[in-house]
Antibody
């Protein structure tokens, strides 16, 4: 079964850092581009970042550019999102998503709350 | 950035009704559009890819179509399990953008 499991979310103070992880199973991670998408509480979906298969290319939403870094370890079947200089408006559920003709398989999400 | 204008933002419908949701792109996006269903507390699930292709395992009452920059999701006969929020996503150019969502509620 194809599965994505996020971890690493939690409560963090403004200005702090957090690293999200996404463990992939049931497919070969190295064959797919991967994405992060977030959803503010009670709000819509926002695409955050994307990485290609060998980390040679990445893209970011303007709202996180320069603060967030997407990376991957194909040997460990794991995707990461390093989030620095966190702000209250970064509070959201973060989803790890496999890229295939858009976004196909989604993880269950991990919640990040930025608050003092 | 490409804006995706989704309408309506909400609708009330009865079981058995035909439901139509529309997304209009601010630029040409070819058929680089997907439709997603999200139930409360759950991750989104893809229903349609490439504007009109049905995702494996998704009931055939769901269909997608495109005309220029206007995209439509149709549920031919609404079932109780279809009450949810629906989103479109354009993946033609970065940043990828979602529509604002359509909440389908029980009348």
């Amino acid at each position: 079964e194809v599965q994505l499991v996020e971890s690493g979310g939690g409560l963090i103070q403004p200005g702090g850092s957090l690293r999200l992880s996404c463990a992939a199973s049931g497919f070969t991670l190295s064959s797919y581009w991967m994405h992060w998408v977030r959803q503010d509480p009670g709000k819509g979906l926002v695409w955050v970042s994307r990485i290609d298969t060998d980390e040679s290319s990445t893209n970011y939403a303007d709202s996180v550019k320069g603060r967030f870094t997407i990376s991957r370890d194909n040997a460990k079947n794991t995707l990461y999102l390093q989030m620095n200089s966190l702000r209250a408006e970064d509070s959201a559920v973060y989803y790890c998503v496999r890229g295939y003709i858009g976004l196909d398989v989604w993880g269950q999400g991990t919640t990040v709350t930025v608050s003092s | 950035d490409i804006q995706m204008t989704q309408s309506p933002s909400s609708l009330s419908a009865s079981v058995g009704d035909r439901v139509t949701i529309t997304c209009r792109a601010s630029q040409v996006i070819r058929n680089d559009l997907g439709w997603y269903q999200q139930k409360p507390g759950k991750a989104p699930k893809r229903l349609i890819y490439a504007a009109s292709s049905l995702q494996s395992g998704v009931p055939s009452r769901f269909s997608g179509s495109a005309s220029g920059t206007e995209f439509t999701l149709t549920i031919s006969s609404l079932q109780p399990e279809d009450f949810a929020t629906y989103y479109c996503l354009q993946h033609s150019s970065y940043p990828w953008t979602f529509g604002q969502g359509t909440k389908v509620e029980i009348k």
